[in-house]
């Protein structure tokens, strides 16, 4: 069932909004249903919100298991400072 909502914004905010709408063929109230619904869905992961580019990334460099940081930042503070 649709119920009528009554929105107070800045009049810039509406033009702009509704040039959007006309660009890309929707309705301005269809843009705000579905902007309602996805903030409102259940909640995303930290995962989720990361690009998918950077997720294909994932994985990409193995790190050998045998890493010290410490020893090796303190090696290198050692070396940049000699």
Do not use: C, Q
């Not at 994932?58 to 410490?70: R, T, V």
Request: charged share 40%; no cysteine; net charge positive.
């Amino acid at each position: 069932m649709d119920t009528k909502l009554t929105l107070m914004l800045e009049k810039r905010v509406i033009e702009r909004a509704k040039a959007y709408a006309r660009r890309h063929r929707k309705s301005l109230s269809g843009m705000v249903e579905n902007y309602f619904k996805n903030l409102t869905d259940s909640p995303k992961t930290d995962e989720e919100d990361v690009p998918e580019l950077v997720k294909s990334l994932k994985g990409i460099a193995k790190m050998p298991g045998n890493l010290d940081f410490k020893k090796d930042y303190a090696k290198y503070l050692e070396d940049k400072y000699k």
